[in-house]
């Protein structure tokens, strides 16, 4: 079964199925690419927890930014963020976001928790 989560028009938020948890493309809000990082990764926490995960349960994960000389800034706040020995598989490049002044924008999926499924 596929369940969709926070679904409007366009996109769901969170769409679930067999046990997994795809959710949208994250950005946060701030000046910095550490602001925004931060932000982003709250955003994430919050939909990983409505979909019956969390961050030690991430797979996957995509970032996008907008400029690779932030690379390090946003491995900073990242490396802070994940769980010790949860490290997903990643993958980092650098790509035009939605609007100038989005600096990183991420992408998750997780594995939902046994009772979520």
């Not at 948890?21 to 910095?32: F, I, K, N, P």
């Not at 690379?71 to 035009?96: K, L």
Request: with cysteine; proline share 3%; net charge negative.
């Amino acid at each position: 079964m596929i369940e969709r989560l926070e679904t409007g028009q366009r996109m769901s938020r969170i769409v679930r199925h067999n046990g997994v948890a795809y959710l949208c493309g994250q950005v946060g809000d701030g000046e910095t690419v550490a602001e925004q990082t931060r932000d982003c990764l709250s955003r994430i926490e919050r939909l990983l927890a409505s979909a019956g995960s969390s961050p030690d349960r991430i797979l996957q994960a995509i970032i996008w930014l907008s400029d690779m000389r932030d690379f390090d800034e946003m491995n900073a706040v990242w490396d802070a963020w994940v769980p010790s020995g949860h490290a997903p598989a990643r993958a980092c490049g650098q790509a035009r976001l939605a609007r100038d002044t989005l600096k990183v924008e991420i992408i998750v999926t997780a594995a939902c928790s046994e009772a979520s499924r």
